[in-house]
């Protein structure tokens, strides 16, 4: 049975951005051979590339960058909850049936299975709606098996907004296609990255003792 499931979508040459983002891409600074004992790279890309969490400084001017975030958020119980095939937006009757007596963490799926080599403009969404009443019953993080919280055109970034307001924290392009609805223990933290507006994360779930 499994007791742990990797939720983070691979990272390489090709991996989706959002339009205009910086994609990934590798160079090799050394390689192995007569004289060089080690293989070397550096890497270009987005801190929103594959799974990453958003700091506050993405959507606020004068919000905190990703390391300095308090990490207690991105570990801890968390419960999967299933809206397959939900747009545009998240509402809450589409998770209502699984929302009594909430973690501190929610991940919402929404595609039956998720697009890890594709951008998707039509990406699911949370309603601000949603997400306050989540706020409400206690929930600190948010995560989402798509790029944003948000509609990929949005201007507005309404529920963006909701959670700078409320305080909470939020992981992206999470990939739940292999996750039973249910509670799990949440492992997905971001690198201190002092001056960053987001960091990718190696996000796991694992099963509750």
Known sequence: ???LWDISPPVRVGSPVFPGDTPYAQHWTARIGPGCP????????????GAHADAPLHYDPQGAAVGALDLAPYLGPCRVIHAIGVRPLVEWAH??????????RVLVRTY??????????ALAAFAPDTVERLADAGVQLIGIDTAS???????????????????????ENLVLDTVPEGDYELIALPLKLMDADASPVRAVLRALR
């Open 149 to 171: 919280i948000d509609p990929a055109d949005s201007k507005a970034l309404a529920s963006h907004q909701v959670i700078r307001q409320r305080g909470l924290r939020v992981l």
């Open 38 to 49: 080690v293989n070397v790279s550096s890497l270009s890309l987005s801190p929103h590339v």
């Open 112 to 121: 039956q299975r998720m697009p890890v080599d594709a951008w998707d403009a």
């Open 1 to 3: 049975m499994t007791s």
């Open 95 to 104: 998770i209502a049936h699984a929302a009594q007596d909430l973690p501190p």
